[in-house]
């Protein structure tokens, strides 16, 4: 049984690109939650998905944004994107919305 | 901000227990204490939770005190595996409304030969 598949594994950008990310949830899991973790620090949540919505938000800005396919799988999309947002991106999958998270090994993205 | 407070590093040698501590002073009634670990470059893997009972699970012991004021992570039988930073996260019980996991620095646990 598949768990959470993200893809790319790395990706290099330049300041000012757009980046898209994607994430598989696991098996049987609806939901969908995307956390940005820097280097040294916890992750952060970015945001939720959930019947093709975004339900919750953490403190990201507009440049961030996503999507959720009717097979449940989602995508990041960061745009204008700048030297801060360098970052291991993480996906995490739950069988609705107040389940338990199973994590993906992320995408790591650097911006130069 | 992480309503949790760990130490930065801690080491421990195979084949010992290792105890990792977590203090968590203002949670609620309905918070649940919920433990991570990450392993280098991969995302974050559940360990165990609990409100105020202590819990054991394969892969450890979850020991949260009376007062529900701190909590300690036991692994009893620590392996060079289990090297990684661990968080130990406070969460409203599934369904209550919250969706987001609040993770801290965590504690990194280096298990030395």
């Known amino acids: 049984d598949a768990g959470v598949t993200q893809s790319p594994t790395h990706l290099i950008k330049t300041r000012g690109q757009q980046v898209t990310l994607r994430c598989s949830p696991k098996s049987g899991h609806d939901t969908v939650s995307w956390y940005q973790q820097a280097l040294g620090q916890g992750p952060q949540f970015i945001f939720q998905y959930y019947e093709e919505e975004e339900r919750q938000r953490g403190n990201f800005p507009d440049r961030f944004s996503g999507h959720q396919f009717p097979n449940y799988s989602s995508e990041l999309n960061v745009n204008a994107l700048l030297l801060g947002d360098s970052a291991l991106y993480l996906c995490?999958?739950?069988?609705?919305?107040?389940?338990?998270?199973?994590f993906g090994s992320g995408t790591r993205l650097t911006v130069v | 901000d992480a309503k949790t407070t760990q130490p930065p590093s801690m080491d421990c040698a195979e084949g010992r227990a290792a105890n990792l501590p977590c203090n968590h002073s203002t949670i609620s009634g309905n918070e649940y204490v919920y433990w991570y670990r990450q392993i280098h470059s991969q995302g974050p893997q559940y360990i165990i939770h609990g409100l105020k009972n202590n819990e054991t699970n394969e892969m450890a012991s979850l020991i949260i005190t009376e007062d529900r004021k701190s909590s300690t992570l036991i692994l009893p039988h620590a392996t060079l595996r289990d090297t990684a930073v661990y968080y130990c996260i406070v969460r409203v019980e599934p369904g209550a409304g919250s969706y987001q996991l609040t993770f801290g620095k965590g504690t990194k646990l280096s298990v030395i030969p």
């Open positions: 995490a999958s739950t069988p609705g919305r107040f389940g338990g998270y199973t």
